[in-house]
Nanobody, 119 residues
Framework: QVQLVESGGGLVQTGGSLRLSCAPSESISNFYGMAWYRRQAPGKHRELVADIFSGEETSVAGAVKGRFTISRDNATNTVYLQMNNLKTEDTAVYYC????????????WGQGTQVTVSS
């Protein structure tokens, strides 16, 4: 079973930066896409923040466009989410997710990493 291991969360002040990392237990090239989601409060739905596809095309949600960047490093088999100019509303648990090539559905999840932005 594929595992996704996230790291890089923490506490930062408004305007600060963090970089999240996601390392899958198999090659990134095996997936149709990889993404970062977040859940801002218990009971709220998880929202897509950004994703990156096998051809390295990316998409970023409007709420974070211009501040967050998703990228991947094939050499280290890691997907990153660079978060700049963080706002209090970015506080959430961030989850890495992967979509298999067959169904192209984000159904593989990491354990989540907490990001807290204080004012």
């Amino acid at each position: 079973q594929v595992q996704l291991v996230e790291s890089g969360g923490g506490l930062v002040q408004t305007g600060g930066s963090l970089r999240l990392s996601c390392a899958p237990s198999e090659s990134i090239s095996n997936f149709y896409g990889m993404a970062w989601y977040r859940r801002q409060a218990p009971g709220k739905h998880r929202e897509l923040v950004a994703d990156i596809f096998s051809g390295e095309e990316t998409s970023v949600a409007g709420a974070v466009k211009g501040r967050f960047t998703i990228s991947r490093d094939n050499a280290t088999n890691t997907v990153y989410l660079q978060m700049n100019n963080l706002k209090t509303e970015d506080t959430a648990v961030y989850y890495c997710s992967a979509a298999g090539r067959r169904f192209r559905h984000y159904d593989i999840w990491g354990q989540g990493t907490q990001v807290t932005v204080s004012s």
